[in-house]
């Protein structure tokens, strides 16, 4: 198993870098869309943690610049119905803050905006992941903890409220995250994480 690779840094095609080792090998590597990967300049020196991904037919390296991002990737990976290209859609639509936020949430809805995953795989991935995700409030360092039964929908539209209001996604998020209580709807939501932000 290739865990990691360090090397010199080459852009590729879409979605993939190569990353070429000291013996002068070139590795290519999937990258999730976004990656601070696709920043770097050609030459400079990187390392990438992988997972390696051995198909019958093939084997593929999925690459990321921080290892929190591959643990979450080959979370993603043992939920039933998920393969990697499902994964890597996953990674490649939200942050890692962002989709542990989902996760524990229940929110559904915005994980089924990622390509390619329907509401039900956005089920099971909650269902199956929930209980070992732990959302953490960017601004503070703070645990979030959510209802049992959260209004995942709701909390989701609040937090496309407030980015239409000009906050970014992790401020919406962590601030929709604050709030604590039952019952409340979308205007609720967002009157009272306006108050936190």
């Known amino acids: 198993m290739i865990r990691y690779i360090k090397g010199i840094f080459h852009p590729a095609l879409d979605g993939t870098v190569i990353v070429e080792n000291a013996s002068g090998v070139g590795f290519e590597i999937n990258i999730p869309a976004g990656s601070r990967l696709y920043k770097m300049p050609e030459g400079s020196e990187v390392k990438v943690f992988t997972s390696m ?31 990697a290209k499902g994964a890597m859609s996953i990674m490649s639509a939200f942050s890692v803050e962002e989709l542990k936020f989902a996760i524990a949430s229940g929110d559904t809805k915005t994980i089924s905006r990622a390509n390619g995953i329907g509401k039900k795989t956005a089920e099971r991935l909650v269902l199956e992941l929930k209980d070992k995700v732990t959302a953490v409030d960017i601004a503070t360092g703070e645990i979030l903890t959510f209802d049992e039964e959260p209004a995942g929908d709701d909390r989701a539209e609040a937090v496309s409220a407030l980015m239409a209001l000009g906050y970014n996604r992790n401020e919406a998020t962590a601030a929709v995250a604050r709030v604590k209580g039952e019952g409340f709807t979308v205007e609720d939501y967002i009157k009272q994480a306006l108050k936190r932000l």
Do not use: H, M, P
């Not at 037919?57 to 039933?80: M, N, Q, T």
């Open 53 to 83: 991904q051995v198909r019958e037919d093939d084997i593929s390296l999925y690459g990321f610049a921080e290892r929190e991002e591959l643990e979450l990737f080959e979370l993603l990976l043992k939920v039933s119905g998920i393969g």
